[in-house]
Antibody, heavy 125, light 113 residues
């Protein structure tokens, strides 16, 4: 069935990096952008950026520029999000979410029609 | 950045009664070239990811009960649950996808009175 399956929970120390994976199935992986959204405890969602699985092109939110890297491996229909220089306020659930509409090659202003179940990243010394 | 605000922060409604949630954007999310409002609504239950309910401000996602409806245009939007059911207890978020960065409202918690 159509789904996004994310990797398991992670614990990191401040200053470290974390890489979360998101495996897509049940639809054409290269046809729809993948977004990464995080949600801190008790807060609303925060968009981090997107990747075009077809071209590998990315667009990162300004808040994460220089710390986030989104990549993909089309051979295994998996997207990745790596966040570096972790701080305690990066503790959150990280979601991948599929764009609900097909988009231009470079931009995708879209709602999210399919979400992964989330990956809890805890940053603590 | 487009700032999304929601009201109320929380509300409690009797089973079978109407629940109304408001969302306001700091600038218009209506794209004039296609006359579409780039506004979506999601439902989130504890321990679950958000679930898409409404997109283009008023288009119901496939499989979403018709008691959920969205309305509004420009900067002011409303999500209405016409007859609240027990399974509708959740936090509801609005989301603008008109401009980068894509942004979400702070959420409205809906409970049973």
């Amino acid at each position: 069935q159509v789904q996004l399956v994310q990797s398991g929970a992670e614990v990191r120390k401040p200053g470290a990096s974390v890489k979360v994976s998101c495996k897509a199935s049940g639809y054409t992986f290269t046809g729809y952008f993948i977004n990464w959204v995080r949600q801190a405890p008790g807060q609303g969602p925060e968009w981090m950026g997107w990747i075009n699985p077809n071209s590998g092109g990315t667009n990162y939110a300004q808040n994460f520029q220089g710390r986030v890297t989104m990549t993909r491996d089309t051979s295994i229909t998996t997207a990745y999000m790596e966040l570096s220089s972790l701080r305690s306020d990066d503790t959150a659930v990280y979601y991948c979410a599929k764009s609900g509409r097909d988009c231009s090659n470079t931009n995708c202003y879209s709602y999210f029609d399919l979400w992964g179940r989330g990956t809890l990243v805890t940053v603590s010394s | 950045d487009i700032v999304m605000t929601q009201s109320p922060d929380s509300l409690a409604v009797s089973l079978g009664e109407r629940a109304t949630i408001n969302c306001k954007s700091s600038q218009s999310v209506l794209y004039s070239s296609n006359n579409k409002n780039y506004l979506a609504w999601y439902q989130q239950k504890p321990g679950q990811p958000p679930k898409l309910l409404i997109y283009w401000a008023s288009t119901r996602e496939s499989g979403v009960p018709d008691r959920f409806s969205g309305s509004g245009s420009g900067t002011d939007f409303t999500l209405t649950i016409s007859s609240l059911q027990a399974e509708d207890v959740a936090v509801y978020y609005c989301h603008q996808y008109y401009n980068i960065p894509l942004t979400f409202g702070p959420g409205t918690k809906v409970d049973i009175k």
